[in-house]
């Protein structure tokens, strides 16, 4: 069973930076796209990037391409995001997933419980 295992999340002010981390439970990260996905309180969740099981290509959304950078470590079994000049709307819980479909509806066949971005001053 796969377990995904995201951390890095807390209250940051605008235009700070972030680095999310997930742990992929399991011996099949390196066969596997990875994406984050977000959900802001009374939204639908969200697609946010999406990076190839060999670390490349490396696809984003528009309301963050330019400031967000995904990447992966196979041999940690670790996804990351960093977030940089965030911004209010950025503020949402943070999920990493495999399987993840890039339009709405946005599903993934496997996610992790989150982990929570606030952008406040």
């Known amino acids: 069973e796969v377990q995904l295992v995201e951390s890095g999340g807390g209250l940051v002010q605008p235009g700070g930076s972030l680095t999310l981390s997930c742990v992929y439970s399991?011996?099949?990260?390196?066969?596997?796209?990875m994406s984050w996905v977000r959900q802001a309180p009374g939204k639908e969740l969200e697609w946010v990037s999406t990076?190839?099981?060999?670390?490349?290509?490396?696809y984003y959304a528009n309301s963050v391409k330019g400031r967000a950078t995904i990447s992966r470590d196979s041999a940690k079994n670790t996804l990351y995001l960093q977030l940089n000049n965030l911004k209010t709307e950025d503020t949402a819980m943070y999920y990493c997933?495999?399987?993840?479909?890039?339009?709405?509806?946005?599903?993934?066949?496997?996610r992790g419980q989150g982990t929570q971005v606030t952008v406040s001053s």
């Open positions: 990076i190839d099981r060999r670390g490349i290509p490396t």
């Open positions: 399991g011996s099949t990260f390196s066969e596997k796209s």
């Open positions: 997933g495999n399987g993840c479909s890039g339009i709405l509806p946005v599903n993934c066949d496997n």
